[in-house]
Antibody
Framework: QVQLVQSGAEVKKPGASVKVSCKVSGYTLTELSMHWVRQAPGKGLEWMGGFDPEDGETIYAQKFQGRVTMTEDTSTDTAYMELSSLRSEDTAVYYC??????????WGQGTLVTVSS | QSVLTQPPSVSGAPGQRVTISCTGSSSNIGAGYDVHWYQQLPGTAPKLLIYGNSNRPSGVPDRFSGSKSGTSASLAITGLQAEDEADYYCQSYDSSLSGLFGGGTKLTVL
């Protein structure tokens, strides 16, 4: 049973960057395809990007291209999502989720990122 | 505006049957990509409810079922219970392998 535990809430100023972590247990990160999804307050789910095991590349949603970087540390089985040039519209709960055959079978608990001056 | 369209809300009385639609296009659902469904209770992370159009993970009651036809998919919930009150999201992919979510549907149990 895979478990994902994310880092705690963050408060950032506009223009800053945030890096959210997602620690994997029950599996090794190399066995998984990690994706990131966010949810603004009162809004729906929004896919940000994730690892495509078919070609070994990370795919980013066009909306976030150039601002988001998803990385992995296989020595600690921890995935990271860094979002830069933050603006108020980036205030959201950020989730990591593992993908299997295109669906997300395990989710982290979510990390609230608040962008405010 | 989500690429996958869901009704913002549906409602039903306990014991009734409700359905939630998810309408896409020829570049996503209609291109043959599977549809998956998630249930999100207030203040919690989404939970996988249906995968591969119509398959239930272990532990999901058989009151929940999914189907897909053409460019659309549906989630049906029979024998509605108070604990089913939640937000429901459909999910698929498009030809660029970008993940897609529907806008979500709030289910109210009357």
């Amino acid at each position: 049973q895979v478990q994902l535990v994310q880092s705690g809430a963050e408060v950032k100023k506009p223009g800053a960057s945030v890096k959210v972590s997602c620690k994997v247990s029950g599996y090794t990160l190399t066995e998984l395809s990690m994706h990131w999804v966010r949810q603004a307050p009162g809004k729906g789910l929004e896919w940000m990007g994730g690892f495509d095991p078919e070609d070994g590349e990370t795919i980013y949603a066009q909306k976030f291209q150039g601002r988001v970087t998803m990385t992995e540390d296989t020595s600690t089985d921890t995935a990271y999502m860094e979002l830069s040039s933050l603006r108020s519209e980036d205030t959201a709960v950020y989730y990591c989720a593992t993908s299997s055959s295109g669906y997300y079978h395990a989710w982290g608990q979510g990390t609230l990122v608040t962008v405010s001056s | 505006q989500s690429v996958l369209t869901q009704p913002p809300s549906v409602s039903g009385a306990p014991g009734q049957r409700v359905t939630i639609s998810c309408t896409g296009s020829s570049s996503n659902i209609g291109a043959g990509y599977d549809v998956h469904w998630y249930q999100q209770l207030p203040g919690t992370a989404p939970k996988l409810l249906i995968y591969g159009n119509s398959n239930r993970p272990s532990g999901v009651p058989d009151r929940f079922s999914g189907s897909k036809s053409g460019t659309s998919a549906s989630l049906a919930i029979t024998g509605l219970q108070a604990e089913d009150e939640a937000d429901y999201y459909c999910q698929s992919y498009d030809s660029s392998l970008s993940g897609l979510f529907g806008g979500g549907t709030k289910l109210t149990v009357l």
